[in-house]
């Protein structure tokens, strides 16, 4: 029994902490700080707060499959959509962690895999956090609980509002130096 | 006269005169295959020669012709030894004051042909390139009409043309655009030498420096050191313009006083001030020592210039050399290829300074103040040198006109009203 | 062995993670593009470097070993 709470609340856990790594990683674009605090907080937050999304992740997926009632085997856990019972919600949960490993190894291996690849598999990574919330809302374990409801919540609302953000202000995400050629309309960085 | 130049407005002339080998000895021969083999002789059997044509550009002692100066067997060499190689033929020539790559092309474009094939064969490559400026299309067609001419391995060459941007030509740039991309400088290594067209070893060379590796590949190193310089052997083509008599496109040995070379354009038009010696990325010299200089790179080093570009402009006593080179500051920030911070930031930065110095009105002294600190941020922090070029044109023009950088700090300009002299392009392309 | 630090201009974007965690080497400019001191990374400061190159969004520093 413990194994089957301990599943749900790793779960929930890791929706928390993708929901920060998404916010920061959009952050670490948008240049945005704490104030008071060094700009390189916020990308070495969303690496770490990351990593640790990774052990809660490792915790979530090794109960589920060690829990008897939850029915899911190793191979359903990391293959998307094999499972035998509620496949599809499983299968999110799968692809999501999928998708969370290509971005641990290509992040670690940064150097050697090349720019591009990194790139593109970050680009991947917007995919990570609607894919585990999908995944959790349906797979059902409490999901009438009102408190489960009220976490899911905030989170969408949250990531909403961090999207909003990264689409906005001219070509959010494109260098500086295009956007001064784009007509001098251009945040400037702030010198040392 | 020729008028096949596109490069400038006052179609530059071919000079006949002292070494023509680059050079049809009357600007009015016909170009056909025919009467290039009368002239030159066939090329000698290639195939399998290679290591003894490389031998041979080795005892020439032949450098690039491009701007950088670069011994060619050593190029040659580096590429050769990496197999499966390709050759670029670059006669982009994105200078706007240069005539003599466009001149030579038209004028000439069997022996830049007969180069490709002898620098092909030199580093085993199958696949060669003639690159040029979209806008030149004289030296197109007539390359594309020589081509067709010859048999054989010359039907493999293709012709590309490049969007007309002063840095398109540079070597990373040019295979960058040729491998499907921007014609923009990418950082390196690689070199193209290393990894360039289709990731192959690449062979980038100036035209006219293709053209006499035709010209040693029948004739050997010996005759081709036959004249000009001991460390700067054969011929060089040089474009001059501005205050002379006939602006035009020379061939010369390297190692005469420059005044020669502006005798042979019919003398100057009118009092010289200055001469700026080597295009926008060269440096101005007083009129006095510019014209006894020996025009060669020795010569020139001892007064803080090179050959660069290989072009020559006389500037007048009734023009402001601080306001033509403001103009030219301006026109080298926008061709800024936009990657690097402190080129898209710092070079109109500068070209703002130099604006406020040129315009002779408030703020000179705060403007010429600002221009020390602008370069020191400046100065090579860019993938390629545009930048340093550009600010090696400023530090010249503020140190040769430091007379009339006084007159503008006091509110004057000795020539307010000048007509602008050096060239820019007239529309931009993109960079695709 | 020693190191070396170079830019890339190109991918560089002026985020300044560097300039912070290898302030002796690293500085930025009026535009806040960063400015080497020094290209050769003096041995206590190896560690410092690879924080910085681990740090940079863009992988715009890099750190090369010189035999």
Redesign the interface.
Known sequence: MAVWYLMRASGVTTTLLLTAVFALGVATTKRWHPSRLPRFVTVALHRNVSLLAVVFLALHIGTAVADPYAHVGLLAAVVPFTAGRRALWVGLGAASLDLVAALVVTSLLRRHVGLRTWRIVHWAAYLVWPLALTHGLGIGSDAGALWLQTVNAVCIAFVAFVVLWRLRGAGAGTKHVERTRAGRAVTEPEAA | MSALAERARDAPLVATGTASRLLPRDSREDISWSTHLERYGPLPPLAGHGESLLSEVERSGLTGRGGAGFPTSVKLRAVASRGSAVVVANGTEGEPASAKDAVLMAHNPHLVIDGVLAAAAAVGARKAIIALSRRASTSAAQLTRALAERPGPAQAIRIAGVPDRFVAGEESALVHWLNGGPAKP??TPPRPFERGVDGRPTLVQNVETLANIGLIARFGADWFRSTGTRSEPGTALVTVRGAVARAGVLETGLGAPVRDLIDRCGGLAAPPQALLMGGYFGSWLPAPVALDVPLSTEGLRQHGASLGARTIVVLGRDACGIAESARITRYLAGESA?????????LPAVADALEIVASAGDGVSAALDRLPRLGA?IAG???CHHPDGALELVSSALRVFAAEVELHRRGACSAPAAAPLLPTHRERSDWR | MTHELRVDPILCDAHGHCAELLPELIRRDEWGYPILSASAVPVELTEDARRAVSSCPRMALLLERRD
């Open positions: 990418t950082f936009g990657q690097c911070g402190p080129c898209v930031f710092g941020q922090r860019g993938a």
